[in-house]
Nanobody, 116 residues
Framework: QVQLVESGGGLVQAGGSLRLSCAAS????????MGWYRQAPGKQRDLVAV???????NYKDSVKGRFTISRDNAKNTVYLEMNSLKPEDTAVYFCNVVFIGLPPRWGQGTQVTVSA
């Protein structure tokens, strides 16, 4: 059974940094892409950043230059380094993994709160 385990959320002051990680396990299927979404209260879930198995990345415009997504293919783990955090970055962050031959999987979500 596929499991995604997220870690790294928390409370930080504006201008601070956090690093999220998400480890995928339990699947024999190869991973096509890994990414992070976020959902603020009362808003839809939006893509923050995604990285393919080949290392191609894509970012939400508002996080470009501040967030960096990376992955360790050997560990099936994706990271999101978040710098210069702003209060508007406050949300629940969800890991998303696209496997070849399986429906996408979601992590349980981790809260990121940025205080002014």
């Amino acid at each position: 059974q596929v499991q995604l385990v997220e870690s790294g959320g928390g409370l930080v002051q504006a201008g601070g940094s956090l690093r999220l990680s998400c480890a995928a396990s339990g699947s024999r299927f190869n991973i096509r892409a890994m990414g992070w979404y976020r959902q603020a209260p009362g808003k839809q879930r939006d893509l923050v950043a995604v990285i393919t198995s080949g290392g191609v990345t894509n970012y939400k415009d508002s996080v470009k230059g501040r967030f960096t997504i990376s992955r360790d293919n050997a560990k099936n783990t994706v990271y999101l380094e978040m710098n210069s955090l702003k209060p508007e970055d406050t949300a629940v962050y969800f890991c998303n993994v696209v496997f070849i031959g399986l429906p996408p999987r979601w992590g349980q979500g981790t809260q990121v709160t940025v205080s002014a």
